[in-house]
């Protein structure tokens, strides 16, 4: 892997990581345009923690105060209100987990196709589009999605270990589905995707320690600093644009792509 390849596929990682339109499909594309080889488990592994890093830093007051509600129990409102929705992300990570730990390398090997990436593009581009369109605008927070929502965005996440699905926008969907506002169902993804991207991560990086794979420092370390860059502003920019705009430009975006690439095949 050249430089100039971690580049473009640190910015691709993490620049859709967290948008709605899905990071695993256009890994999958970008090297099919430019005729690269497919990157190794290893080098994505190193992506996922790279925008693990940036999306602790952007959410850091909220993981903070997580961690202290759960280290320090106390019982005034605000612990209370915060260790509650550290049990829900924690709860709601559960089913992809064990879907992840069963199924990842079937759906990795099996379904890493650009006409899958494609029709998942179009399909979830629709659904995120339709249930955007009746989102009410409400004054809500993280702390005020409750178990069965967190439960519903938790199964609604499994969906996302097919390529092109996306993340980001299955969970994102589901929270505005169950009557979140569009910010709070992005944060409360961004929050269910700490202890996501950590686990996808390090299990792919374990290829690495146990010498099943190898890669050059240099693209890595450009690799993974390009991503944290990109992830961090791309965070950023998406909870601000949410402020005032809706999902609908992102969701037409990713059928758009979806019809594009079948229209190419």
């Known amino acids: ?60 007051h909220e ?9 320090v129990p106390s019982h005034d409102e605000a612990s209370v209100a915060w260790r509650k929705l550290a049990t ?19 759906f990795e090997i099996e379904f890493r196709s650009v006409e899958i990436v494609a029709w998942s593009f179009i399909v979830w581009g629709s659904v995120l589009y339709f249930v955007d369109r ?3 605008e409400i004054k809500d927070r993280p702390q005020s999605v409750g178990l069965k929502r967190a439960f519903l965005i938790g199964f609604a996440q499994m969906i996302a270990i097919i390529p092109g699905t996306s993340r980001s926008g299955i969970t994102m969907t589901a929270g505005l589905a169950s009557g979140l506002s569009r910010e709070t169902a992005a944060r409360f993804s961004f929050l269910l995707s700490i202890p996501t991207i950590a686990a996808a991560g390090f299990l792919k990086l374990g290829s690495v320690v146990n010498g099943e794979e190898t890669i050059a420092l240099l693209p890595l370390a450009v690799g993974f600093i390009v991503a944290m860059i990109s992830a961090f502003i791309t965070v950023k920019f998406l909870l601000k644009f ?24």
């Open 1 to 60: 892997m050249t430089v100039t390849q971690a580049i473009v596929l640190g910015l691709v990682q993490g620049i859709t990581e967290f948008l709605p339109i899905s990071s695993s499909g256009f890994l999958i594309l970008v090297p099919e345009v430019f005729g690269w080889d497919v990157q190794s488990l290893a080098f994505d592994a190193f992506l996922h923690i790279a925008t693990l890093v940036a999306i602790v830093a952007v959410l850091w």
């Open 134 to 136: 009746r989102v009410k």
């Open 242 to 265: 949410l402020k005032r705009y809706s999902f609908s430009e992102l969701a037409i975006f990713r059928v758009l792509v979806g019809i594009a690439i079948l229209l190419l095949l």
């Open 63 to 71: 993981v903070k105060s997580m961690i202290g509600a759960l280290l």
């Open 88 to 106: 829900w992300v924690a709860l709601a990570t559960i089913p992809v987990l064990l879907v992840g730990f069963l199924f990842q390398e079937v």
